[in-house]
């Protein structure tokens, strides 16, 4: 009487790990890009809650603020506008903040920009920039 033999072989068992393999490679690449998206979407929000800010600072003072306003992540700077300075949520660095040189004690107008790491995104086709320089208001 032939013996019956339970069990994977080695071959069946080599095909289960590449599949799982695969299986998590897709959901690790899928992941990032969602955790990209959603640093895009902070960076996007900040952008706009900073130069919401601005355009509040300008109508009380007639100028935007000073160049160097937005170097101290998390400080109130920008208070009673902001509550506290909003920096890259990724480099944890400052926005880039570009003032116009026509007066430079009187700012008149003013770009806030971040480099956008998603690259379908609607608001860098709205922009018509390259999401992996600046792009901003």
């Known amino acids: 009487m032939p013996r019956s033999r339970s069990g994977f072989t080695l071959i069946e068992?080599?095909?289960v790990i590449a599949i799982l393999a695969i299986l998590i490679i897709i959901s690790m690449m899928s992941w990032r890009l969602q955790i990209d998206k959603a640093n895009d979407a902070k960076k996007k929000e900040d952008l706009y809650r900073i130069s919401q800010a601005f355009e509040e600072?300008?109508?009380d003072n007639e100028c935007y603020p000073a160049a160097d306003i937005l170097q101290n992540c998390g400080g109130a700077e920008l208070d009673p506008y902001l509550d506290k300075v909003?920096?890259?949520p990724v480099t944890k660095l400052?926005?880039?903040y570009i003032t116009d040189q026509t007066s430079p004690t009187c700012y008149k107008n003013f770009r806030i920009l971040t480099p956008l790491k998603y690259q379908d995104d609607p608001v860098i086709v709205n922009l018509g920039c390259d999401g992996q320089e600046f792009c901003g208001y």
């Open 94 to 96: 400052p926005y880039c």
């Open 13 to 15: 068992l080599l095909i």
């Open 86 to 88: 909003p920096c890259d």
């Open 57 to 59: 600072y300008f109508s």
